[in-house]
Antibody, heavy 119, light 106 residues
Framework: EVQLVESGGGLVKPGGSLRLSCAASGFTFSSYSMNWVRQAPGKGLEWVSSISSSSSYIYYADSVKGRFTISRDNAKNSLYLQMNSLRAEDTAVYYC????????????WGKGTTVTVSS | SYELTQPPSVSVSPGQTARITCSGDALPKQYAYWYQQKPGQAPVLVIYKDSERPSGIPERFSGSSSGTTVTLTISGVQAEDEADYYCQSADSSEKVFGGGTKLTVL
């Protein structure tokens, strides 16, 4: 079964850091581009970052550029999001999502992990 | 970056046809994709490349494109279709979502 499982969410103070992980299984992780997408409470979906299969191409939304770093370890079938200088507006459910091969849409999503930034 | 605009809400009675639009200047050049999200759940892809339906998605879901507007059509709406629907597109290095449309089945 194709599966993505996020972890690492929690409560953090403004200015703090957090590292999210996404464990992939049931498919050849190293062949797929991956994404992080977030959803603030009661709000819509917001794309955060993408990374290509070999980490050659990395993109960020303007709202997180310079503060968040996406990475992956294909040997461990894992995707990561290092979040620094966190702000209240980063509070959201963070989803890991797989790009369909060679496409710009996300065909597999995890259940999400919740990040709360509050003092 | 560019924007995708959706109506905040659409309401239909069971058995009727729901149409949800998504507008954006890049849509004549880029494909649109549609996701369904029910409360407390992750999004699910329901339409890709403007009008293609993934396996497992009911035939009552369809998509179309005309100029700067794409449309998700749900024919014969059922109570289980009540959800938030998001369009998404991509422009070179970034992905963009519309603001979402809440579909209410009366």
């Amino acid at each position: 079964e194709v599966q993505l499982v996020e972890s690492g969410g929690g409560l953090v103070k403004p200015g703090g850091s957090l590292r999210l992980s996404c464990a992939a299984s049931g498919f050849t992780f190293s062949s797929y581009s991956m994404n992080w997408v977030r959803q603030a409470p009661g709000k819509g979906l917001e794309w955060v970052s993408s990374i290509s299969s070999s980490s050659s191409y990395i993109y960020y939304a303007d709202s997180v550029k310079g503060r968040f770093t996406i990475s992956r370890d294909n040997a461990k079938n894992s995707l990561y999001l290092q979040m620094n200088s966190l702000r209240a507006e980063d509070t959201a459910v963070y989803y890991c999502a797989r790009d369909q091969l060679g496409q710009d849409y996300m065909d597999v999503w995890g259940k999400g992990t919740t990040v709360t930034v509050s003092s | 970056s560019y924007e995708l605009t959706q109506p905040p809400s659409v309401s239909v009675s069971p058995g009727q046809t729901a149409r949800i639009t998504c507008s954006g200047d890049a849509l004549p050049k880029q494909y649109a994709y549609w996701y369904q999200q029910k409360p407390g759940q992750a999004p699910v892809l329901v339409i890709y490349k403007d009008s293609e339906r993934p396996s497992g998605i009911p035939e009552r879901f369809s998509g179309s494109s005309s100029g700067t507007t794409v449309t998700l059509t749900i024919s014969g709406v059922q109570a289980e279709d009540e959800a938030d629907y998001y369009c998404q597109s991509a422009d070179s290095s970034e992905k963009v979502f519309g603001g979402g449309t809440k579909l209410t089945v009366l």
